[in-house]
């Protein structure tokens, strides 16, 4: 069944009942096709098939919601569902305003001139408004992120002319600078060590994440305004022409009225100076909007055995679709690849159902994280009866990239992969599994709330949002397999091939598909939610001052977290005898240890969660 175009409420609607309806095909054979636990290599998409279909979407150009682009993307994305057995396919529209400029390598929307001599642009500001057709020609002001606050030009002195943004140089420190600590990692001699200063160099993606994420605080400080505007922007990034040519800023604005281009540090060094010297420019950003565009979340259904009935259940599979980039937006095709593999398994042979979310909403002004229209949490009561744990997937198939001089090179290594997870022993265990079986060059397995092997703060979970909806269901296991958002250009379009790797996406694949399948065959998976790790996650935090004696703090977060850590130990192997007994245990010691506040009450929360987990597990045993 197909619903092209349909309301949103009409689409949830179609859902629930084709649910319910449909004759769900299988039986109950309880032996588990041998494909489930173990995949075969040989039945994942080919080199050639996987190349085929990177070449097909680098085609399309950036893939931004509602533009042609996107639509045939979408197109390719449903015919491949279809093609693979997907039932229910929906097409959740929402409304969207759409505003647009042509696209790299297309120019043609976007120039500069700076005193009389044209300017090399690498990109557009989005959502910054519109100079129409002919630009706009002004006086230059420099406004230097890295000069003194009290030096830089007032909003009264830049009114009226083209701000000239130097973004603050790259530097390297923090944890957003530099590999962090995991829980395992493959190639480790091609990382460097844990908290190193990572140089451009060596590999890009640091560098390009600051300098992409800076230009926010930039247009929310001075182009907010709703008089005395300046008449254009100009933001000089801190990056060589191919790291910055197609680029785009992440997350969206919402709209603002100050046209923007940006410019690699190379073609934007005269400009500066010009600005300096308080020179005239002329920039254009011929930009349109098209009112009520088309837009929508995609969602399918690979049926299980029990499709279409009340036993059924599914792990969820969730990506972004829109985006600027051949790697930024890829998880739809690693995610279809998933579908592929389990589309060879006959369905009476597949124990769950496989619910596909293809998100488009990621580069619309906002982001996912606020814009409404959230199909998922929009099903949620009914969603969180029906999933029981996921796997998503972004930025998939990449070579890593790096400076060479004033060059943007593939350096030979793939680029890094992050297996996100909690941080229960159980989910962190089934990530390197997976990782070691599809052998994934470049990986690392992270679980964020907790220290690494080193002891060490482990890397930040990117991407969060897609595996954020198997919280909000009920704290299901789920796994996030993620190449780092950068490092093959990030936010920049190339129409060539040298940033993908068929090799890092077929091992991606084969790791997204070794966990959907262990959530496919595993029938307890009480051990595997979220809540556990939560709950150590939750002493960590514990201040010392939630402590009842301050100065034993350490000591007294250390034992209640042995005492859980002792509890998990049966659970893991789904032995619950003295469970109960045990949480009724920690429960006293962690209102005994500590200050009743929002903190200690969160323990509480997760420990009654966990026991209803327990006890329903038992009743069904």
Same mark, same amino acid.
């Given at each position: 069944?197909?619903?092209?175009?349909?309301?949103?409420? +009409?689409?949830?609607?179609?859902?629930?009942?084709?649910?319910?309806?449909?004759?769900?095909?299988?039986?109950?054979?309880?032996?588990? $096709?041998?494909?489930?636990?173990?995949? #075969?290599?040989?039945?994942?998409?080919?080199?050639?098939?996987?190349?085929?279909?990177?070449?097909?979407?680098?085609?399309?150009?950036?893939?931004?919601?509602?533009?042609?682009?996107?639509?045939?993307?979408?197109?390719?994305?449903?015919?491949?569902?279809?093609?693979?057995?997907?039932?229910?396919?929906?097409?959740?529209?929402?409304?969207?305003?759409?505003?647009?400029?042509?696209?790299?390598? #297309?120019?043609?929307?976007?120039? +500069?001139?700076?005193?009389?001599?044209?300017?090399?642009?690498?990109?557009?500001?989005?959502?910054?408004?519109?100079?129409?057709?002919?630009?706009?020609?002004?006086? @230059?002001?420099?406004?230097?992120?890295?000069?003194?606050?009290?030096?830089?030009?007032?909003?009264?002195?830049?009114?009226?002319?083209?701000?000239?943004?130097?973004?603050?140089?790259?530097?390297?420190?923090?944890?957003?600078?530099?590999?962090? $600590?995991?829980?395992?990692?493959?190639?480790?001699?091609?990382?460097?060590?844990?908290?190193?200063?990572?140089?451009?160099?060596?590999?890009?993606?640091?560098?390009?994440?600051?300098?992409?994420?800076? /230009?926010?605080?930039?247009?929310?400080?001075?182009?907010?305004?709703?008089?005395? +505007?300046? &008449?254009?922007?100009?933001?000089?990034?801190?990056?060589?022409?191919?790291?910055?040519?197609?680029?785009?800023?992440?997350?969206?604005?919402?709209?603002?009225?100050?046209?923007?281009?940006?410019?690699?540090? &190379?073609?934007?060094?005269?400009?500066?100076?010009?600005?300096?010297?308080?020179?005239?420019?002329?920039?254009?950003?011929?930009?349109?909007?098209?009112?009520?565009?088309?837009?929508?979340?995609? &969602?399918?259904?690979?049926?299980?055995?029990?499709?279409?009935?009340?036993? $059924?259940?599914?792990? %969820? %599979?969730?990506?972004?679709?829109?985006?600027?980039?051949?790697?930024?937006?890829?998880?739809? +095709?690693?995610?279809?690849?998933?579908?592929?593999?389990?589309?060879?398994?006959?369905?009476?042979?597949?124990?769950?159902?496989?619910? @596909?979310?293809?998100?488009?909403?990621?580069?619309?002004?906002?982001?996912?994280?606020?814009?409404?229209?959230?199909?998922?949490?929009?099903?949620?009561?009914?969603?969180?009866?029906?999933?029981?744990?996921?796997?998503?997937?972004?930025?998939?198939?990449?070579?890593?990239?790096?400076?060479?001089?004033?060059?943007?090179?593939?350096?030979?290594?793939?680029?890094?992969?992050?297996?996100?997870?909690?941080?229960?022993?159980?989910?962190?265990?089934?990530?390197?599994?997976?990782?070691? /079986?599809?052998?994934?060059?470049?990986?690392?397995?992270?679980?964020?709330?907790?220290?690494?092997?080193?002891?060490?703060?482990?890397?930040?979970?990117?991407?969060?949002?897609?595996?954020?909806?198997?919280?909000?269901?009920?704290?299901?296991? &789920?796994?996030?397999?993620?190449?780092?958002?950068?490092?093959?250009?990030?936010?920049?379009?190339?129409?060539?091939?040298?940033?993908?790797?068929?090799?890092?996406?077929?091992?991606?694949?084969?790791?997204?598909?070794?966990?959907?399948?262990?959530?496919?065959?595993?029938?307890?998976?009480?051990?595997?939610?979220?809540?556990?790790?939560?709950?150590?996650?939750?002493?960590?935090?514990?201040? #010392?001052?939630?402590?009842?004696?301050?100065?034993?703090?350490?000591?007294?977060?250390?034992?209640?977290?042995?005492?859980?850590?002792?509890?998990?130990?049966?659970?893991?192997?789904?032995?619950?005898?003295?469970?109960?007994?045990?949480?009724?245990?920690?429960?006293?010691?962690?209102?005994?240890?500590?200050?009743?506040?929002?903190?200690?009450?969160?323990?509480?929360?997760?420990?009654?969660?966990?026991?209803?987990?327990?006890?329903?597990?038992?009743?069904?045993?």
């Amino acid at each position: 069944m197909k619903i092209h175009n349909v309301a949103w409420r +009409l689409g949830t609607l179609a859902f629930a009942t084709t649910l319910v309806a449909c004759n769900g095909g299988g039986g109950d054979n309880d032996t588990p $096709d041998a494909r489930l636990s173990t995949v #075969d290599k040989a039945q994942l998409i080919s080199p050639s098939e996987a190349t085929q279909w990177f070449q097909t979407k680098a085609g399309w150009g950036a893939t931004y919601t509602g533009s042609p682009a996107w639509k045939s993307y979408m197109g390719f994305i449903e015919a491949r569902l279809e093609e693979y057995g997907a039932q229910n396919i929906i097409r959740a529209r929402f409304p969207y305003e759409r505003w647009y400029t042509t696209e790299y390598p #297309d120019k043609t929307g976007w120039s +500069l001139s700076s005193d009389g001599t044209p300017v090399e642009v690498a990109s557009y500001a989005t959502q910054s408004g519109s100079t129409g057709p002919n630009g706009v020609t002004a006086q @230059m002001v420099l406004y230097d992120l890295s000069a003194p606050a009290a030096t830089r030009p007032t909003a009264a002195q830049m009114a009226g002319k083209i701000v000239v943004v130097k973004q603050a140089p790259y530097t390297y420190t923090g944890l957003s600078a530099g590999y962090t $600590d995991y829980e395992f990692r493959t190639n480790d001699d091609q990382f460097l060590a844990p908290f190193t200063a990572v140089d451009p160099s060596y590999e890009a993606s640091y560098r390009n994440r600051q300098q992409y994420g800076q /230009m926010g605080s930039t247009i929310n400080s001075f182009f907010r305004a709703t008089s005395n +505007l300046p &008449v254009g922007h100009v933001v000089v990034l801190d990056m060589p022409p191919g790291a910055a040519q197609g680029g785009r800023q992440h997350g969206t604005p919402n709209r603002y009225e100050v046209p923007g281009l940006l410019l690699d540090k &190379v073609n934007g060094a005269k400009v500066i100076e010009d600005a300096r010297a308080g020179k005239t420019a002329t920039l254009k950003l011929d930009a349109q909007v098209e009112q009520d565009a088309l837009a929508y979340t995609l &969602v399918a259904t690979l049926p299980g055995k029990d499709y279409g009935t009340d036993k $059924d259940t599914a792990v %969820m %599979m969730a990506t972004h679709v829109d985006g600027p980039a051949l790697i930024q937006d890829a998880g739809s +095709l690693g995610i279809l690849a998933v579908a592929r593999y389990y589309s060879q398994i006959p369905r009476e042979q597949r124990p769950r159902s496989i619910y @596909m979310v293809f998100d488009t909403r990621h580069f619309v002004p906002g982001a996912e994280r606020t814009y409404p229209y959230d199909f998922v949490e929009d099903n949620h009561d009914m969603l969180s009866k029906y999933i029981i744990g996921g796997v998503s997937m972004e930025h998939v198939g990449g070579a890593q990239m790096a400076d060479a001089g004033n060059a943007f090179r593939a350096t030979g290594r793939a680029m890094t992969t992050y297996i996100n997870t909690h941080g229960n022993d159980v989910t962190v265990a089934k990530a390197i599994e997976a990782v070691k /079986m599809a052998a994934l060059p470049r990986a690392q397995v992270n679980a964020e709330e907790r220290p690494g092997v080193n002891g060490k703060q482990q890397n930040n979970w990117f991407g969060r949002n897609f595996a954020a909806h198997l919280e909000s269901l009920g704290n299901h296991p &789920v796994w996030h397999v993620t190449g780092d958002w950068p490092s093959s250009g990030y936010q920049a379009f190339y129409p060539g091939m040298d940033r993908f790797s068929s090799e890092v996406f077929i091992a991606q694949v084969a790791t997204a598909s070794k966990l959907v399948g262990d959530l496919m065959t595993t029938k307890d998976l009480v051990p595997m939610s979220s809540s556990w790790s939560k709950i150590d996650q939750g002493i960590r935090a514990l201040l #010392d001052a939630d402590f009842n004696a301050p100065t034993e703090a350490a000591s007294r977060r250390a034992a209640l977290l042995a005492q859980s850590k002792d509890m998990f130990a049966a659970v893991q192997k789904s032995d619950y005898s003295k469970t109960p007994a045990q949480l009724d245990a920690l429960k006293a010691a962690v209102t005994g240890a500590t200050v009743a506040n929002a903190r200690q009450q969160t323990i509480l929360d997760l420990i009654e969660d966990v026991r209803a987990r327990v006890a329903k597990a038992t009743r069904s045993s």
